[in-house]
Every structure is written in C-alpha cells, then in structure tokens.
C-alpha cells in the first residue's frame, strides 16, 4: 500500500495553515542528512508552495467583496423586518439568519418564561413572556362557549344543546362542530352537571322512584305521561324520562274486571225433566 503524502488528507486550509507553521517550525539546514534524504527538498518546496497559494486565496477572498456587492449586505441588513416577515422566505433562511446575529439564548421557565438573548456583536437583551399553551389548553371549547352550554342545559339534553350551537354558528376548540359527544366531554372536564342531574336535583323523580311513592306500576306512569296526565321531561339521548310527583294522583284508568264464578246445572238423581 503506497503511503500518503504529509497532510494530503486534511483539508486544504488546514494543510496550508500547517504548512505555513512548518516553515516557520522548520528553517532550512544544509547538512550531510539532506544528501542522503533528497526527499526532504521536495517536502520544503511543497510547504512554500502551500503557503503561496493560502496567501493569494487570502488575498483574492478580501477583493471579492466588491462596493456593490458591500451596499446590497448593507441594505439587507438594513431591511432585515421585511426579508424576515416576507412570505417567501422559507424557514431555512431564517434560521441562518437568526444563526448570524445571535450567540446563544436562556430560557428560565416559572409562571413566565424569561428569555436571556446574547448576540454575537457582544450586546445582551431580556425578555419576560407568557407560558405557552399546552395542547389541551390549544383544543379547549371558549370560556363563552362553555357559557352557552352551561345555560342550555338548564332545558336540553346533550344532542340538543349541540344542534343548537351548530345552528348558532358556534364550534369546538378544534373547529368542528358540536355533537353529543363533544358536548359530553365539555361537561366532563368543566364539571358542568347534566340535565338529568339538574332534573334530579330541582325535585323530579324516575319511574322506580314515583311508583314506590304513589304505589302504582311503571305501565301505569307511562300510560299517564302519555295522556298527559302528569308533568314529565325527557333527560337524556337514551330516552329516560323524569316525572314531577303529581299533587291529586290521577285515575288509575279503567276499572278492574269483575271476577266471574263459574255455576254448574242441578240435577235430580231421577233421570228425566225437573
């Protein structure tokens, strides 16, 4: 395997700043070891040759900024708010950007979030901003909205307290409209009672609960609210309903059968007509 030449494998900046140490490093002697070692003369001359072409691309980098191209970084500089917010700059370029002025940044989370900027000219900034939102925060129904429902549900179940939101124009904290569900999950997280609680709670009983204090059947308290009888409301989307105990307990409906007896014929020992 041939072996590489000194420094051919660094990149080209650090073999010229390498080079360029070695010269200083190395002076030139003239001694028997040159004589037998001719390979010496040609690393000295690859070194100068090194710290030639570093000192014209040092030279040739300073001339390529010329007073044209020195105004428009100016000018950039200048209108650095309209590159940052025109549309067409992709988030990329912006990061360079805020890599170029910036050195680094602190953030102290508490109640606020301080913020320490420094930037690279040497100046320091501080900044006091607000927590940002967690995502549950970012997806919760409007404190107005939940108003709405907490109102609405003095009267409706959950499926109708959502139609009528939707009719309103009104939408969830994610933007969707409102069904049972959502309108479930708001009550939830906000411990916002249902209508069948609310009901419960202003004096309204079950079925269970009405026929064990007036002593009839649920057949008969439903035939009753049917007739309109007494006072009830439905109190949720499964079709339950509660009932207001009546203060003159309605007709029990038609009266009972009259129990039939069974009689069977006389007869006479004798075989024959009576």
Known sequence: MRPCRWGSALPRSSRQKRARRGVARWPVRHN???????????????????????????????????????????????????VWNDPKTPARERKRMLALLIEDVTLIKQREVTVAVRFRAGTATTLTLPR??????????????????????????????????????????????????????VRTSTKLPSLKARLLADGML????????????????????????????????????????????PPHGKSPRKRLVKTTAATSPVRGAV
Do not use: M
């Open 206 to 249: 079950t079925a269970t609960e009405l026929g064990e204090k007036i002593g009839v059947n649920r057949t008969t308290i439903s035939r009753w609210r049917v007739q309109g009888l007494i006072e009830a409301r439905i109190c949720n989307g499964r079709g339950q309903w509660l009932y207001r105990l009546p203060k003159q307990i």
């Open 32 to 82: 028997r070891l040159d004589s037998l070692t001719p390979g010496i003369d040609e690393e000295r001359a690859f070194r100068g040759e090194a710290q030639d072409d570093y000192e014209h691309q040092r030279r040739d980098n300073r001339l390529a900024i010329h007073d044209e191209q020195r105004r428009r970084i100016l000018a950039l500089a200048a209108d650095f708010p309209a």
């Open 132 to 185: 940002p939102l967690t995502a549950a925060q970012l997806r919760s129904t409007d404190p107005e909205v939940r108003r709405h429902i907490d109102a609405l549900l003095d009267e409706y179940t959950d499926a109708q307290v959502a139609h009528i939101l939707n009719q309103r124009g009104l939408r969830t904290g994610s933007g969707v409209p409102f069904d049972a569900v959502s309108i479930q999950w």
